[in-house]
């Protein structure tokens, strides 16, 4: 099975106090408290739809698990059987937590700034229930909202910073979905002032 957390799902922010001054180095050496999260880059959405149809597959698999994590029984069983077969499968997931890996890549690929996400398994996770960290200008993020609300996710506001959130990992899922779908509205927006610069500025952080 697949967990589900007892969260209050609602819709608490402001678009006019979004955070507006992030910089391409901002987003590429990490603007909040949450170092772990390493940014996503420019991902095309090609890219974000291959994760999230890997991610439906380990999705479909652990719904019909006995286990009560169901995504950690497969994940364990794949690394204990082969380390580099389980590399290769986070890999495509880019070491984001499967359930909300999905959600993060497409966002990147709507052009937001991503910086948390935590799937909120039984063991071993940082949030108490499903979540992602972003940044959205504010055009973005009323569509985003719409979306979240359709798919059964919730938008919290903190230091003009969204988390979305749910009570499973599905519905998290769902949301990455739904913004795949909206791929060509979000194109159509003018994108975000850090985009420019944001490569160079990742290449310059990996060298490090």
């Given at each position: 099975?697949?967990?589900?957390?007892?969260?209050?799902?609602?819709?608490?922010?402001?678009?006019?106090?979004?955070?507006?001054?992030?910089?391409?180095?901002?987003?590429?050496?990490?603007?909040?408290?949450?170092?772990?999260?390493?940014?996503?880059?420019?991902?095309?959405?090609?890219?974000?739809?291959?994760?999230?149809?890997?991610?439906?597959?380990?999705?479909?698999?652990?719904?019909?698990?006995?286990?009560?994590?169901?995504?950690?029984?497969?994940?364990?069983?794949?690394?204990?059987?082969?380390?580099?077969?389980?590399?290769?499968?986070?890999?495509?997931?880019?070491?984001?937590?499967?359930?909300?890996?999905?959600?993060?890549?497409?966002?990147?690929?709507?052009?937001?700034?991503?910086?948390?996400?935590?799937?909120?398994?039984?063991?071993?996770?940082?949030a108490d229930y499903p979540m992602v960290g972003v940044?959205?200008?504010?055009?973005?993020?009323?569509?985003?909202?719409?979306?979240?609300?359709?798919?059964?996710?919730?938008?919290?506001?903190?230091?003009?910073?969204?988390?979305?959130?749910?009570?499973?990992?599905?519905?998290?899922?769902?949301?990455?979905?739904?913004?795949?779908?909206?791929?060509?509205?979000?194109?159509?927006?003018?994108?975000?002032?850090?985009?420019?610069?944001?490569?160079?500025?990742?290449?310059?952080?990996?060298?490090?």
């Amino acid at each position: 099975m697949i967990p589900e957390f007892d969260v209050e799902v609602g819709f608490d922010y402001e678009l006019a106090d979004l955070k507006a001054d992030l910089t391409a180095r901002k987003v590429a050496t990490g603007f909040v408290e949450h170092h772990d999260y390493r940014c996503l880059g420019l991902p095309s959405w090609e890219e974000a739809e291959a994760c999230l149809l890997n991610e439906a597959e380990i999705l479909e698999r652990a719904a019909r698990s006995s286990a009560p994590d169901g995504i950690e029984e497969i994940l364990s069983a794949v690394e204990e059987a082969d380390d580099v077969e389980f590399a290769e499968v986070m890999s495509a997931f880019r070491w984001n937590d499967v359930g909300v890996a999905g959600l993060s890549l497409a966002l990147s690929a709507a052009r937001t700034a991503t910086f948390y996400s935590c799937s909120s398994g039984l063991d071993n996770h940082h949030a108490d229930y499903p979540m992602v960290g972003v940044v959205p200008d504010a055009e973005r993020a009323a569509l985003i909202a719409e979306l979240a609300e359709r798919t059964g996710c919730g938008v919290g506001q903190q230091w003009g910073r969204w988390y979305l959130y749910a009570k499973s990992v599905t519905a998290l899922h769902a949301l990455g979905q739904a913004v795949l779908e909206r791929r060509e509205a979000f194109d159509a927006m003018p994108q975000p002032t850090w985009v420019e610069g944001l490569e160079e500025e990742l290449e310059r952080v990996n060298d490090y």
